[in-house]
């Protein structure tokens, strides 16, 4: 029974060795580069394709900043600007409105454009008057 269990063990560990050794070889012909170079070139081809549509590069979803396109954004804030300038109180107020209801949280509250202060916060270190007990929270095993 032993030599039996003996010549299986060698038996796989020598087919591990020659998986090892053809996985070694496969691994150093990729790295060479003697792989058909055809099927290379077009594999080549299509990364970049696939890369150059990426939404999250460094360049991707980034329109083309020409002096053209400053000029027409620049033009349009000037535009914007003088429109809120001629505006009267009443259109600022509705405005500031309409901003209000589109920044209009789950809660109804609007955060920071809020004109409504929030509501005094109690500091937990700090007793009240009704909240005398005689025990310290921090006096634990002092006696």
Do not use: W
């Not at 030599?3 to 796989?12: G, H, L, Q």
């Not at 083309?64 to 033009?75: I, M």
């Not at 809660?107 to 202060?117: E, N």
């Amino acid at each position: 029974m032993k030599s039996s269990n003996t010549i299986v063990t060698i038996v796989v560990i020598a087919a591990v060795l020659l998986a090892a050794y053809a996985v070694g070889l496969v691994i150093r012909q990729a790295r060479t580069g003697k792989a058909p170079s055809e099927a290379t070139e077009a594999n080549e081809a299509l990364i970049r394709e696939g890369t150059a549509k990426l939404s999250h590069g460094p360049e991707a979803g980034r329109a083309k900043d020409t002096p053209q396109a400053r000029t027409q954004l620049k033009e349009k804030h000037a535009q914007e600007l003088e429109k809120m300038n001629a505006a009267t109180d009443e259109q600022k107020e509705q405005f500031r409105q309409q901003v209000r209801e589109r920044f209009r949280d789950r809660r109804g509250t609007t955060g920071t454009l809020s004109t409504q202060r929030p509501a005094a916060v109690r500091d937990p270190n700090t007793k009240s008057n009704s909240e005398k007990t005689g025990a310290e929270p921090n006096a634990a095993g002092q006696g």
